[in-house]
Each structure stands twice: as structure tokens, then as C-alpha cells.
């Protein structure tokens, strides 16, 4: 006999084997015992994670011969056609290869004949959403006001690109992604029953690896399975996949907390040579990262926002102990420069190796001390020394200076920030001038439009000190920079023109950005 794949070999045939996804199989059950179905139903998720077994379960369970029933028998002849998908009564469609209104206008014309041996006749269309515009609309007619014996499911992982005259005329259900652990445990009574060897590190490092997806979870499974009775371990799903290891990980990031920039490039230089891919460490370094953000801002109370086990997350909690969160953001933010960075250059190693010097050698942040070179005196010979002095007071600004003024400027101000700092910029636009007074500019955010993330990052030392520098190349002068949420401050009027449109259209601006 040929082999039969895992992810085929255990599909789900009933709901209770569909894994992660209570929430949509209870809500089905119900509806089957009190016999309040709908004609059409819109499936919505990602791949691999139930959707289109959860159809074929569905019509199993209204067309078996016990049924409608919640556990279909799996016996009878209508339960064993729909699972070997031979059934003249359930039938399958392609979305990507039937997409046109060829096909649509023959399922319109078939739809007429009542089942030839079940209660209904049931068409399942997987990705939907690759239906052509003119196919779509074919189908609305017989959606809207289809025969008694005829139940649509629709399967698509781009809901967006249905057409909301379809999603009005199905109930729609949305599948999510399956958690790290939920899979780890079905791997774990799959490899019992398959007598396959595998440690708790392999389980995790495959299910991390899925993203979710409990047959993309079974296919990387299915390929290490060839390794026998030597067992599969952690290294293997490493090495097979090219994904950076935890430990590579924490060892970088430890690097870069002790700014220690050699280690961190032979730590980068060890896992390129150990085949990894290097577009996947800028992903898996930024996502690190921000899984520091979160247990940082959170700790425990926020652990279910980390997709890792126990012991991972105590190692991230005592990483965060040594970093603080203005540094957690710096490093987020230049690792995603970095990403964006290669994609419009040849290599991909070279953006990394530059923001690991970024956050290495950045030193004392600009404008924190100033360094001032005394020369030797004539009655010694011994050469110059470096002293540390305070930051000098600022010079008085110009007179002519007003609030106006920079209120006018202040597109431009973004706009010349945004050069160097688009994320700046882009949270700049989201405050206002609010006061200015001897050279001291207060820049405001308001509270009741949830501008607290804002203000803390543009708080941040080293953000002010190049909003301040900006603002000193524009005006000529220093202007000392604080951030302060302010209640009531008055809405932004926009544009006469732009006031126009928002009113014939009822709607608002969500955010303004200055042209060149």
C-alpha cells in the first residue's frame, strides 16, 4: 500500500477531534440540535487549521443516515462517500481552478436537482475569494434564495477579497490560529500512537514552527518521522526548517544587552554558518524583542500574549531584568529598518551587522555630556586631558520666535524628521504644538484618543534630542522639547477643501501626512 500522509492519515471526521477550535464546533452543534441552520456559511482563517475538514464534517453530520446527528457515523454510505470525496451529494469546488462564471452558471443550473440519496445537497467552494467578479455575482441570485435541499460552505483565508454582497448572505465563522501548547499535546498522542520518538524540545520547536497551523504542524513531522528509531530531537527541526534556535537567540540578545558587538557577530556568524536563514533571524530577533516588550510592560499578567512554555518565559522575565524598555524599543526599531533595508539591497546579512553596531556602539545617547579638550599650559608638558562638563545652558532664542510659527512649520518638521526617523514622525503627527515660551516648546497629546503610547515614545531621550535637533536646523536656535498629555486640546481644522469632503461623506481623519 502507498503511504498515506499524516495530515491525511489523521484528519478529523467528527467535531470533537477538530483541534483548537471550540469555539465554532459548539456554536455548529447548536444549531444542528435545535435545526436553526442557515442556507450559507462563510469559513475564515488561515491555512491548515480545520477549516475545510470542519465542512466536510458539517455534511456529514446533516446528511448521515443517523443524522442530523452531532457525531456522524462514519459508517453508512453517505458518511464513507463524503469522506473519500466521491459523494454525489456533497460536492467540492476548486475556487482557484473554477473560478469563472462558466462554472458558476453550471452549479446554478445543478442546484435545481434535489440529493440523490442524503437530506441535502451540499456545496463546499474552498478559497472563495479567487471567484472572478462576475462569477460572484451569478452566484448571488441562487445565495440569496436557494432550493430547501441546498447548504453553501464557503472556505476562503482572504475574507477581505469577498465581496460584501456575499458575506451579507452567509454566517460567518472565523477560525484562529492553533496555540503553541494545544498543538504540542494533539503531536504528542500522535506520535504515541505512530511510535514515534520525539522530545518535549522537537514538540515545541515543530508547533512554533507550524505559526498555527496543525497541518503544517503534521507535515514537518512527517518529514523528520523518516529519522526511525533514532528519535527526533530539537536539532533535527532546527537544522531541516534553517529556524534560529531559543539559545542562539538568548545569546545574541545577551550580547547586545552588554553591548558587546564582537560576540553578537560571531553568535550572527555561527548561525549563518550553521545554514540558517538570515531573513528569518531579523524575524525571529524582532519578535524576541517584542516578546521582551510585553513581558516588560506586563510580566505575569500578560504571559498569554508570549506563545512560549513556562520555562521560556522566565528566561525572557530575567532578560528583562538587564534591559530597560527605551532600549527594547531602539532595538525593535532597528531591526525592522534593518528588514526593510534588504529588501532593496543584495544582501541580507550586511543590514543586521549594522544595526547590532547601532545598538553596540551607540555610547553615552547625543547631547547627554559634552566633552571639552584642554590644551597642555606653558609650565607643563604633559598632554591633553579630557574633562566632562555639564551641559551648558541654553542660549536665549530668537525674539521673533512664536507658537504660530512652529505651528506652521510643523508639517515640515515631520516631514524632515520622517528622513531619519519615519516611526518619530509618523507619532509626532499624532501631537500638537500646545505652548512655547522662552525657548521651552510643550509638544501636547490628548488622552481620550488613546495617545499614551505616543507620548512615552517621543518622551524617550534619544527621540527628544533629535526632535530638538530638527527644530534647530529649522530655526536657528535651541528649543528645549517636552512631551505632556493634555486634556481638552482642540481638534486639528483641516483644510477647507478637506472639510468639505468630510462632511458630504460623514467622515473623519484618521491621520494627515505633508506632501513633498
Known sequence: MSYLVLARKYRPQVFDELTGQSHITDLLQKSILSGRLAHAFLFCGPRGIGKTSCARILAKS????????????????????????NSFDVIEIDGASNRGIEEIRTLRENVKFAPAYGRFKI????????????????????????????????????????????????????????????????????????QLKADEAALYAIAKAAQGSMRDALSILDQLSALGGEGIDSKDVYSMLGIVESELLFGL?????????????????????????????????????????????????????????????????????????????????????????????ETLRMPLELAFAKLTYGGNPVGDVHVVVAPPTRSTAAPASA?????PALPDVRPDLSLDQIR?????????????????????????????????????????????FQMQYLSQKDN??????????????????????????????????????????????????PNE
Not at 387 to 391: A, M, S, V, W
Not at 479 to 488: L, T
Request: aromatic content about 6%.
Open 408 to 452: 506652521q512649520q510643523w508639517n515640515a518638521i515631520a516631514r524632515d524628521i520622517s528622513r531619519r526617523r519615519m516611526s518619530i514622525a509618523t507619532y509626532l503627527q499624532d501631537g500638537t504644538p500646545y505652548a512655547y515660551k522662552d525657548g521651552h516648546l510643550t509638544i501636547g497629546f490628548t488622552s481620550d484618543k488613546g495617545h499614551k
Open 123 to 194: 456545496y463546499i467552494i474552498d478559497e472563495v475569494h479567487m471567484l472572478t467578479t462576475e462569477a460572484f455575482n451569478a452566484l448571488l441570485k441562487t445565495l440569496e434564495e436557494p432550493p430547501a435541499h441546498v447548504k453553501f460552505i464557503f472556505a476562503t483565508t482572504e475574507a477581505n477579497k469577498v465581496p460584501s454582497t456575499i458575506l451579507s448572505r452567509c454566517q460567518r465563522f472565523d477560525f484562529k490560529r492553533i496555540p503553541v501548547d494545544t498543538i504540542m499535546v494533539a503531536l504528542r498522542i500522535l506520535c504515541q500512537k505512530e
Open 253 to 345: 540578545t545577551d550580547a547586545l544587552i552588554a553591548k558587546d558587538c564582537p560576540a553578537a557577530l560571531k553568535i550572527f556568524n555561527d548561525i549563518i554558518e550553521r545554514g540558517k536563514d538570515i531573513k528569518q533571524l531579523g524575524k525571529d530577533l524582532t519578535e524576541h524583542f517584542r516578546h521582551l516588550m510585553i513581558v516588560k510592560v506586563g510580566g505575569p499578567a500578560l504571559s498569554d500574549l508570549v506563545d512560549y512554555p513556562a520555562a521560556i518565559k522566565q528566561r525572557l522575565h530575567q532578560q528583562t531584568e538587564k534591559i530597560g524598555m527605551e532600549a527594547i524599543l531602539k532595538s525593535i526599531d532597528f531591526f525592522i529598518e534593518a528588514q526593510e533595508t534588504a529588501r532593496i539591497m
Open 62 to 85: 446533516l446528511n448521515c443516515q443517523k443524522g442530523p446527528t452531532l457525531t456522524p457515523c462514519g459508517e453508512c454510505s453517505a458518511c464513507r462517500e463524503i469522506t473519500a470525496g
Open 464 to 513: 527628544l534630542i533629535l526632535i530638538e535637533k530638527t527644530l534647530q536646523e529649522r530655526f536657528g536656535s535651541e528649543i528645549v522639547v517636552q512631551v505632556k498629555m493634555i486634556e481638552g486640546i482642540p481638534e486639528k481644522k483641516a483644510e477647507p477643501v478637506v472639510r468639505s469632503v468630510l462632511e458630504m461623506f460623514g467622515g473623519e481623519v484618521v491621520k494627515e501626512w
Open 387 to 391: 574633562k566632562i562638563l555639564p551641559k
